[in-house]
């Protein structure tokens, strides 16, 4: 448990926690995008290099702002300080949360527990040598796993036309 | 050292870092070496991006019949400082309504993301002050983040107009990310390597006296092109500065910004543009080589600054000619004319490299990008009547 | 669609950059206050009285008539006639102002005094660049701050002045022909 991890990991779950409990929505959409940019900063710090940086680029640079789009398109702005805050209301709200973290909770913990690098006794993993990290995946993307790269680029492309079909049509009702 | 004078003087930054680390206990020696790399930083590109307002503020004046500032300091050199105090004198005017931690947050958040860029970039020879695996990745990641607090300034001011200025810069810079990361990924895939300091390196073979930098090919001059254009409009600079130009009609994002905040938004805005403009020196011009074999004896942090400057200088000089793009013809260009062109600038690349060295490539390369520029060039004017302009009733 | 617009742009620019450092009428600002632009002839700001010869007092050619006083739109002249008399360029005895004041904080630059005036005594200044930190009593000018003299005023306003002169002449050319038959009379008698 080195110091970079307990930062990263207090920041991540600080964000987390700060974008369930922030009064007004657009603060906690910027509390997510921090707990996602300590997610980003655990991958680097694992040494995992394009995972992070594409985390970043991905989710900070991206999703974030199709959020935060979402939100100022919509009336979600307003409608969050009008909220149920009945006794009842916020009692059945949180139980159900709690309810779902702890499924979420014990299947990945499971899934963790059970894993081949944690079972495999430590003195045979190896450290892969982020030099090569790179190569490596760039090699796999397109050897081993062209197809489902191929399938992703389809899907995208799918979303894109639909995208541009969903704008289009609005012209004609428009007129 | 037995190295010769011309080497010493090249790495005579390295060397002087290595020096003051080895003065510093063992355990602290990467901390203190990467403190330096950061200093350096701190203290060059703020004290380049002074000196970047008057030289703009002189060149926009002589381009236009006039002259600059020239009362501050001899011809007007010492302007920024007088900028500098009287921004920093200035009465910090928040709105009541705004939300202050956003508000105070966002031109810190862009001028942190606009130092980080700088980490990745060679400045010389084996002075990158990081040398990541994923140099460019890191860069564009970084880049992103100052989308978001360009939304923050905008949000945050409580202000229609300053909101509606922050979507549509942040719809310009999602729209021209595109072309910008597809005309580096065809240097990339010339290199074979994410790492910068690798690009850099790759590029600074000579054959005969010419260098073997990218833009010196067919692909990589119109990849060279197309990235600049999209760093003008990444930057907010003319002709894309719709977002601040609006300012002088209804509102920016930065409009409720006042005094030191505002100083650090143009801090900010400059510094992406040094850092663009020397992540495009990087993947096309070459980095830090020297233009030619017979050059090679001035030192190379010399050359990326010089290259450095005159991109700067094309910068004022596109501010000072083009006037500027209006929403629509923005996203058109972005998405009509410059994201197919970047895609047959990757495809271009690929084949320059397939192909065997000869005139034959030369010509395959250079008709692949040509033949299509000019159909497409044509086909987007079709059904646009682009001349004098003509009144149905004033005449 | 090809960029040749951009290029012909960018070649202007470029040629408007380099050109002004070597072509000095490219430049056509004018660097106050270290150069100044010259004034168009009939140029005008505030009132100025006027004297001739060298001496303020004997050669002022005001004589207290008030019509500038009473014609001043915003009422900014102050005038006091003296008590006594002096001649004047025709050699008549005259009043004189005592107290000529001029708020030039109120005046509105109209030239009603100028063009009301009788006696060619009062004309517009040119000077601009006049401000001051005395809120109270720097902008009320005395009769020895207005007064200037007929060369000043030749070098201004150079056509106005020749004119003016011309027509004193004439005036004082008649007074001397009256004066001589008469003088010529007062000889004959005695």
């Given at each position: 448990?080195?110091?970079?991890?307990?930062?990263?990991?207090?920041?991540?779950?600080?964000?987390?926690?700060?974008?369930?409990?922030?009064?007004?929505?657009?603060?906690?959409?910027?509390a997510l995008t921090v707990a996602l940019a300590g997610l980003a900063g655990l991958y680097l710090n694992l040494?995992?290099?394009?995972?992070?940086?594409?985390?970043?680029?991905?989710?900070?640079?991206?999703?974030?702002?199709?959020?935060?789009?979402?939100?100022?398109?919509?009336?979600?702005?307003?409608?969050?300080?009008?909220?149920?805050?009945?006794?009842?209301?916020?009692?059945?709200?949180?139980?159900?949360?709690?309810?779902?973290?702890?499924?979420?909770?014990?299947?990945?913990?499971?899934?963790?527990?059970?894993?081949?690098?944690?079972?495999?006794?430590?003195?045979?993993?190896?450290?892969?040598?982020?030099?090569?990290?790179?190569?490596?995946?760039?090699?796999?993307?397109?050897?081993?796993?062209?197809?489902?790269?191929?399938?992703?680029?389809?899907?995208?492309?799918?979303?894109?036309?639909?995208?541009?079909?969903?704008?289009?049509?609005?012209?004609?009702?428009?007129? | 050292?037995?190295?010769?004078?011309?080497?010493?003087?090249?790495?005579?930054?390295?060397?002087?870092?290595?020096?003051?680390?080895?003065?510093?206990?063992?355990?602290?020696?990467?901390?203190?070496?990467?403190?330096?790399?950061?200093?350096?930083?701190?203290?060059?590109?703020?004290?380049?991006?002074?000196?970047?307002?008057?030289?703009?503020?002189?060149?926009?004046?002589?381009?236009?019949?006039?002259?600059?500032?020239?009362?501050?300091?001899?011809?007007?050199?010492?302007?920024?400082?007088?900028?500098?105090?009287?921004?920093?004198?200035?009465?910090?005017?928040?709105?009541?309504?705004?939300?202050?931690?956003?508000?105070?947050?966002?031109?810190?958040?862009?001028?942190?993301?606009?130092?980080?860029?700088?980490?990745?970039?060679?400045?010389?020879?084996?002075?990158?002050?990081?040398?990541?695996?994923?140099?460019?990745?890191?860069?564009?990641?970084?880049?992103?983040?100052?989308?978001?607090?360009?939304?923050?300034?905008?949000?945050?001011?409580?202000?229609?107009?300053?909101l509606l200025g922050a979507m549509r810069a942040i719809a310009q810079m999602i729209s021209y990310e595109v072309?910008?990361?597809?005309?580096?990924?065809?240097?990339?895939?010339?290199?074979?390597?994410?790492?910068?300091?690798?690009?850099?390196?790759?590029?600074?073979?000579?054959?005969?006296?010419?260098?073997?930098?990218?833009?010196?090919?067919?692909?990589?001059?119109?990849?060279?092109?197309?990235?600049?254009?999209?760093?003008?409009?990444?930057?907010?600079?003319?002709?894309?500065?719709?977002?601040?130009?609006?300012?002088?009609?209804?509102?920016?994002?930065?409009?409720?910004?006042?005094?030191?905040?505002?100083?650090?938004?143009?801090?900010?805005?400059?510094?992406?543009?040094?850092?663009?403009?020397?992540?495009?020196?990087?993947?096309?011009?070459?980095?830090?080589?020297a233009p030619f074999s017979f050059l090679t004896w001035i030192p190379s942090w010399i050359w990326f600054f010089?290259?450095?400057?005159?991109?700067?200088?094309?910068?004022?000089?596109?501010?000072?000619?083009?006037?500027?793009?209006?929403?629509?013809?923005?996203?058109?260009?972005?998405?009509?004319?410059?994201?197919?062109?970047?895609?047959?600038?990757?495809?271009?690349?690929?084949?320059?490299?397939?192909?065997?060295?000869?005139?034959?490539?030369?010509?395959?390369?250079?008709?692949?990008?040509?033949?299509?520029?000019?159909?497409?060039?044509?086909?987007?004017?079709?059904?646009?009547?682009?001349?004098?302009?003509?009144?149905?009733?004033?005449? | 669609?090809?960029?040749?617009?951009?290029?012909?742009?960018?070649?202007?620019?470029?040629?408007?950059?380099?050109?002004?450092?070597?072509?000095?009428?490219?430049?056509?600002?004018?660097?106050?206050?270290?150069?100044?632009?010259?004034?168009?002839?009939?140029?005008?700001?505030?009132?100025?009285?006027?004297?001739?010869?060298?001496?303020?007092?004997?050669?002022?050619?005001?004589?207290?008539?008030?019509?500038?006083?009473?014609?001043?739109?915003?009422?900014?002249?102050?005038?006091?006639?003296?008590?006594?008399?002096?001649?004047?360029?025709?050699?008549?005895?005259?009043?004189?102002?005592?107290?000529?004041?001029?708020?030039?904080?109120?005046?509105?630059?109209?030239?009603?005094?100028?063009?009301?005036?009788?006696?060619?005594?009062?004309?517009?200044?040119?000077?601009?660049?006049?401000?001051?930190?005395?809120?109270?009593?720097?902008?009320?000018?005395?009769?020895?701050?207005?007064?200037?003299?007929?060369?000043?005023?030749?070098?201004?306003?150079?056509?106005?002045?020749?004119?003016?002169?011309?027509?004193?002449?004439?005036?004082?050319?008649?007074?001397?022909?009256?004066?001589?038959?008469?003088?010529?009379?007062?000889?004959?008698?005695?």
């Open positions: 448990m080195s110091l970079s991890f307990l930062i990263l990991a207090l920041l991540t779950l600080g964000g987390a926690v700060a974008a369930m409990t922030l009064h007004r929505l657009v603060h906690c959409v910027l040494g995992a290099q394009f995972v992070g940086l594409a985390q970043i680029l991905v989710y900070v640079g991206a999703v974030a702002i199709l959020i935060v789009f979402a939100v100022l398109l919509t009336r979600g702005a307003e409608i969050a300080s009008q909220m149920d805050s009945s006794r009842q209301g916020r009692f059945s709200a949180l139980a159900g949360g709690v309810a779902t973290a702890a499924a979420v909770f014990a299947v990945l913990a499971w899934v963790v527990l059970h894993s081949p690098t944690l079972s495999a006794p430590a003195a045979t993993m190896t450290q892969v040598a982020p030099q090569a990290a790179m190569q490596q995946i760039g090699d796999a993307l397109m050897r081993r796993y062209v197809l489902p790269l191929e399938v992703m680029g389809l899907m995208l492309t799918a979303a894109l036309i639909g995208a541009v079909i969903l704008a289009l049509e609005e012209k004609p009702e428009a007129q | 050292m037995t190295q010769a004078p011309v080497q010493q003087l090249d790495q005579i930054f390295v060397m002087l870092k290595h020096w003051l680390v080895g003065y510093v206990p063992a355990a602290a020696q990467p901390v203190v070496s990467s403190l330096l790399s950061v200093v350096a930083i701190l203290a060059l590109f703020p004290a380049l991006f002074a000196f970047t307002t008057v030289l703009e503020r002189k060149g926009l004046g002589r381009m236009q019949n006039r002259y600059g500032p020239n009362r501050v300091g001899p011809f007007g050199l010492l302007q920024p400082l007088a900028d500098g105090i009287k921004s920093l004198t200035k009465e910090d005017v928040v709105p009541r309504t705004a939300d202050k931690a956003v508000h105070f947050m966002a031109p810190l958040l862009l001028v942190a993301a606009s130092f980080l860029a700088y980490a990745v970039l060679p400045v010389g020879r084996n002075m990158a002050a990081v040398n990541l695996d994923a140099g460019v990745l890191y860069f564009f990641a970084v880049g992103a983040v100052a989308e978001l607090a360009v939304f923050m300034a905008g949000w945050s001011s409580h202000n229609k107009y300053s072309p910008l990361i597809l005309s580096s990924l065809a240097v990339i895939m010339a290199a074979g390597s994410l790492s910068t300091v690798e690009i850099a390196g790759r590029q600074a073979g000579y054959s005969g006296i010419w260098p073997h930098w990218y833009v010196l090919t067919p692909w990589g001059l119109a990849g060279f092109l197309l990235f600049m254009i999209a760093a003008t409009a990444e930057t907010n600079r003319s002709p894309f500065d719709l977002p601040e130009g609006e300012s002088e009609i209804i509102a920016g994002y930065y409009t409720e910004y006042s005094g030191f905040k505002f100083a650090l938004f143009f801090l900010g805005e400059y510094l992406g543009m040094f850092a663009i403009s020397g992540l495009g020196i990087t993947l096309f011009l070459g980095g830090w080589s010089a290259k450095l400057l005159a991109l700067i200088a094309v910068f004022i000089w596109m501010r000072g000619t083009l006037p500027r793009l209006r929403m629509d013809q923005l996203m058109n260009f972005a998405w009509k004319f410059m994201l197919p062109m970047a895609l047959l600038v990757m495809v271009s690349a690929g084949v320059w490299r397939f192909l065997p060295h000869g005139v034959l490539r030369w010509i395959v390369c250079f008709v692949m990008i040509a033949v299509p520029y000019v159909l497409l060039g044509r086909g987007l004017l079709q059904g646009k009547k682009i001349g004098k302009r003509t009144y149905r009733f004033a005449e | 669609m090809l960029g040749e617009g951009i290029v012909k742009g960018l070649a202007e620019t470029a040629r408007n950059f380099l050109g002004s450092f070597v072509d000095e009428e490219r430049l056509t600002t004018v660097e106050y206050p270290e150069e100044r632009l010259p004034q168009a002839e009939a140029a005008r700001n505030f009132p100025f009285l006027i004297y001739d010869g060298d001496d303020a007092e004997k050669g002022l050619r005001c004589v207290a008539c008030q019509i500038c006083e009473k014609e001043c739109p915003p009422r900014c002249i102050h005038i006091e006639k003296s008590k006594d008399k002096k001649p004047d360029y025709v050699g008549k005895q005259q009043f004189y102002p005592a107290v000529f004041d001029i708020d030039v904080s109120v005046c509105m630059s109209c030239q009603i005094c100028v063009e009301v005036c009788p006696f060619e005594a009062i004309r517009m200044d040119t000077q601009f660049e006049l401000s001051t930190d005395d809120r109270f009593g720097g902008l009320l000018w005395t009769k020895a701050e207005l007064a200037k003299t007929n060369e000043y005023y030749h070098s201004i306003h150079p056509t106005e002045a020749g004119e003016t002169d011309a027509r004193l002449d004439e005036e004082k050319a008649k007074v001397a022909a009256k004066a001589k038959p008469a003088e010529a009379e007062m000889q004959a008698k005695a």
